[in-house]
């Protein structure tokens, strides 16, 4: 058994009824940055939260005519939770044991600067940049679908619902306080729908009490945001933190029964997937005994 699932095991395994912690997220207390700021609430490992998120939007996508120019800066975060006993050099262990659709619609939206076939300011072209435009997304709770509706044609299709944070992520390290927007190795905007029901999150703990965040819920989303979003919703949330002493990672890390997967986020593309690769071969090397060239091998199969 690997040694961060065993390590968990062992905390888990306590046999007493978690005490649980309730947040309401709202826009009067959400942030827009990764970093030390004083905690929402504070949670002992063990505990289980409760809370809400709002959507990427801070919610002023509501109808057909809205428009962001009253949106102020995007993916508004829940947070920060100061997670007693978690230091620098600890893993912060985030259990994700339930996430619901907090609406009755979601909002897709193609904004200016983004998406993967516009330009940026990193990727100049001479075009016109593509227009802004939104989508909206009915929820139906019974079927568990949201239903995409097309702005240009009579097309509509059902899509399954995946709940799961498009953000989440702790303080990062040396005092930086980084936009919600920014992916990096204390996990942030990582567009990942591994952050999901049924998946276990690793952190590296940076700061005192990790100081956990989280939101830019997402009802559902193809491999990663090609347009620039996914279905966007705020979401009702239930966590389990747990603190692995004296364990320290570099990246994030998702697990469940079936796969252990590591996170690399950074530009360029290559150097997020050599981080992603190098971070996977430690950790079949570090807890499950592999040499590092057979790790490495097992990626060719």
């Known amino acids: ?8 095991g062992l905390l888990l395994q306590t046999g ?3 005490n649980v912690v309730r947040f309401e997220g709202t826009l ?3 942030k827009y940055v990764y970093g030390v700021a004083q905690p929402v609430a504070r949670l002992r490992p063990g505990d289980i939260l409760e809370t809400t998120t709002l959507d990427a939007f801070n919610g002023v996508l ?3 005519g809205d428009t962001m120019a009253k949106m102020g800066h995007p993916n508004p975060l829940t947070g920060p939770f100061y ?4 230091q620098p050099g600890d893993t912060l262990v985030v259990k994700i044991l339930d996430l619901q659709v907090n609406a009755t619609q979601g909002v897709g939206a193609h904004s200016v600067g983004f998406g993967a076939l516009n330009e940026t300011g990193y990727t100049r072209l001479l075009n016109t940049p593509l227009p802004e435009e939104a989508w909206f997304y009915p929820i139906d709770p019974k079927t568990n679908t949201a239903t995409f509706r097309a702005n240009d044609s009579k097309f509509t299709v059902k899509i399954p619902l995946k709940p799961f944070f498009g953000c989440i992520g702790v303080a990062p390290a040396g005092g930086e ?3 919600s927007l920014v992916p990096r190795e204390f996990g942030g905007n990582m567009d990942a729908t591994e952050a999901s029901v049924g998946n ?3 952190l590296p703990v940076n700061e005192p009490g990790a100081l956990l965040y989280m939101g830019d819920g997402h009802a559902a989303q193809g491999d990663g945001e090609i347009a620039g979003t996914a279905i966007e919703v705020p979401l009702r949330a239930r966590l389990q933190v747990e603190v692995i002493k004296g364990q320290k990672i570099a990246w994030p890390r998702f697990e469940n029964d079936q796969s252990i997967m590591a996170v690399g986020s950074y530009r360029p593309l290559d150097d997020a997937l050599r981080i992603a690769f190098t971070e996977l071969v430690g950790w079949m090397h570090d807890d499950y005994g592999f040499s590092n060239m057979d790790a490495y091998n097992c990626f060719r199969k």
Do not use: C, Q, S, T
């Not at 997670?83 to 978690?86: K, M, P």
């Open 1 to 8: 058994m690997a040694l961060f699932h065993l390590l968990l």
């Open 16 to 18: 007493a009824k978690p």
């Open 28 to 30: 009067e207390n959400v």
């Open 62 to 64: 509501k109808k057909p």
């Open 83 to 86: 997670i007693e006993g978690a």
């Open 177 to 179: 306080a980084i936009n």
């Open 200 to 202: 276990i999150l690793y």
